[in-house]
């Protein structure tokens, strides 16, 4: 018989125990079985056996029906009680029907005496295969169902773990995601707050400097009086020189912080930034000095976008000289232009952008670059890192003004030791306006005894205004505000309505428009510091709108007025009521 390898208890060689109280047929039977390659034991009673099992694991036992201390049944009842599996033949000396049906369901089979000894082999062998298969078969479903409550804990350890890493991964999840909208909202709570507080600051400034422009005004332009009713030789001649510089230097300043706050009046034009920076690049290399080497590149085909030229030449040379400080050793100095869509709004710019295509504008040095606390504070009015005396700190106060007046955003990009790059996003116009020439000023000293009605609220500054055009041969007509204005307009013929744009009452624009209401061919020249009664972001003035900002130089105002009148004045536009919501950066 195969012996397999694989179960307890199964790879021994087979065992037979023999149990009869008769010695020769013991004996007999182990001689039979021998041949047959079976060992065997033989017992002599149901207690020996019973002695003997405590050790051994027989595969069959032969059991004679009569012996002396119990039955043939009743061991094969106790042997199977004991080990299920093991085979058991009942020997019986006749054959009965009563011992047949004793026998079954107790032992596997029984023999009868006297046994042939082929009968005997055969069913010993029988028995013993019997035994193994049951013994196989147990030990497999016992395996079986070992393996599979060990794979049910696997599963089961298996699948808490999954739960527990999915769980922890969710947490750890939600906890990142918590973290990013944390660190987003605190991103974008410090730029609006950045942005508020630069309007606010913006505000602050603008103010201030309307207040300063009048008297500026009238200071530059009452010295200059008195300057030219002076000898060449008076010796104060000098001081009063001194004077118009030094206001001439504030106004400077004033008109920084004006462009700052947004109230600088400016004349938006579509412009072609390939062209204006071309056409600055000499003055920058002059500016930034031989150590620095300029490095432009154009883009090709650039949308045009809105803006006033020189406002834009303004932000070229501030980041321009703000670059070459940053690079006292040396360095390169690049500007790169280019187009670009924003698909969302980006919060990231300052102030943030709606979507849209803009033309960029980056700047970049490879100089000493900032540190987070000096970043964040760059584009405040008077901020400088630089020694007393040096910077005033309004350099990129102006930059964001002018941008923002643009309807851009900027953004910056800097660390310390690996240089700055300042990008500058410009709306897209829509269309190309080439009304440069439009503008162009003839000057040619003084009137021709044109009448000119000027309407200015501050006393102070109409006297001067009124004396300046009086001297250089205009006739004028002096309102302190509209209804005067509107008053004279009914009565006199004139040539030009010369108004402030933001008076109490009647503002310069409503005047503009009332007059033109009954004298559609007037020209208009308004005279403007800012416009603090409007409110909001804006695009500027249209291009028709000729100005003159305060302050103003005698020539200055001159200039301005002999464009107006020369700018004959086409068919009367009724301006619409969306023109009355007039932007901040537009003047007053
Ligand atoms: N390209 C740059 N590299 C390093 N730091 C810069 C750069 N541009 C600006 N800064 C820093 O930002 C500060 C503010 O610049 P801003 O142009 O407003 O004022 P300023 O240059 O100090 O003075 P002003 O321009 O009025 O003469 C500078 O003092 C400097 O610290
Ligand atoms: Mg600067």
Known sequence: MSEPSWADGLSRPPLVYIIDDDPGMRETVTEILALAGVTAEGFGSGKSVQTALEGARPDLALIDQRLPDTTGLALAVSLKAQDPDMGVVLLTGYASTDNAIAAVGLADDFLTKPVLPEDLVRNVMTGIDRTRLRRQNRHLVARLKEMNSSLEATVAERTRELEEAHKLALQDHAAREQLQAQAERERLENRLHQSRRLESLGMLAGGVAHDFNNLLGIIINCAGFVAEAMADDEPVRADVGEIIKAAEQAAQLTRQLLIFGRRDPVQLKALDLNVVVADVQGLLARSIGEHVQLVVHPSAGLPPVHADRSQIEAVLVNLAVNARDAMPGGGTLTIKL???????????????????????????????????????RIFEPFF???????????????????????????????????????????????????????????????????????????????????????????????????????????????????????????????????????????????????????????????VDTALVQKPFT???????????????????????????????????
Not at 404 to 432: D, I, K, N, R, Y
Not at 560 to 576: D, H, N
């Open 554 to 588: 005698q020539r200055a105002l001159l200039e301005a007025v002999r464009a107006a009148i020369a700018t004959p004045r086409g068919v009367p536009e009724p301006r619409s009521p969306s023109e009355d919501q007039r932007p901040a950066n537009q003047p007053g």
């Open 384 to 542: 400088t890192t630089k020694p007393q005396g040096q910077g005033s700190g309004l350099g990129l106060a102006t930059v964001h003004g002018i941008v923002t007046a643009a309807g851009g955003g900027l953004s910056v990009q800097s660390e310390p030791g690996a240089g700055t790059t300042f990008l500058a996003f410009f709306p897209v116009a829509e269309e190309l306006a080439s009304d440069d020439a439009a503008t162009a000023v003839t000057p040619d000293g003084g009137g021709r005894g044109e009448t000119i009605l000027v309407v200015e609220d501050e006393p102070a500054l109409l006297r001067v205004v009124t004396r300046i055009l009086q001297r250089n041969d205009y006739a004028v007509l002096a309102a302190t505000n509209g209804t005067e204005a509107l008053a004279l307009a009914a009565d006199h013929e004139f040539d030009l309505l010369l108004t402030d744009a933001v008076m109490p009452g009647i503002s310069g624009f409503e005047l503009a428009d009332r007059v033109r209401q009954t004298r559609p061919q007037s020209s208009v020249l308004f005279m403007s510091g800012y416009s603090p009664d409007l409110a909001g972001a804006g695009r500027g003035l249209p």
């Open 338 to 376: 280019g187009v670009t869509r924003l698909e969302h709004e980006d919060t990231s710019l300052l102030p943030p952008l709606s979507r849209g295509r803009y033309v960029t504008v980056s700047v970049s040095d490879t100089g000493a670059g900032m540190s987070p606390d000096v970043v964040a």
